[in-house]
């Protein structure tokens, strides 16, 4: 479901904060990432997020279950499929259970 500003929740994080990793900010500089997903909302429809001097507009701002991935979307955060996304994700995070019914925020966006 994609939201309008108007009807999204409160943001629970800043978009300073939506790409931090320093692998993930190449992939978004080079183009290879234009999504990323987050346990809570970081970022408005129309939100500029500025990595290394480039701005990058925040397009569409959705909750997906984990479950409900597809390859597609893993490319999209510079994955090559939903397999390869998953177990870097859970090297990021420890103990973290990977459970398909867990609602994340999609943060798609483009080079402004």
Same mark, same amino acid.
């Given at each position: ?6 009807? +999204?929740?409160?943001k629970?994080?800043?978009i &300073?904060?939506l790409?931090?990793?320093? &692998?993930?900010?190449? @992939?978004v ?5 234009t ?7 970081? $970022?408005?429809?129309?939100?500029v ?5 480039y ?7 959705y909750?997906?279950e +984990?479950?409900e991935?597809?390859?597609?979307? $893993?490319?999209?955060e510079?994955?090559g499929?939903v397999?390869?996304? @998953?177990? $870097? ?11 398909? @019914?867990?609602?994340?925020?999609v943060?798609?966006? $483009?080079?402004?």
């Open positions: 479901m994609t939201y309008e500003n108007s009807n +999204l929740p409160p629970t994080c800043s &300073e904060r790409v931090t990793v320093s &692998e993930d900010v190449e @992939k500089l080079s183009g290879q990432k999504a990323t997903r987050r346990n809570g909302r970081y $970022a408005d429809v129309g939100e997020m500025t990595l290394q001097g701005d990058f507009v925040v397009k569409r701002v909750v997906q +984990l479950g991935l597809t390859d597609e979307d $893993a490319k999209q510079g994955y499929n397999t390869d996304y @998953k177990e $870097a994700i859970l090297a990021m995070h420890p103990g973290m259970p990977w459970v398909p @019914k867990m609602k994340v925020w943060h798609e966006f $483009a080079r402004a």
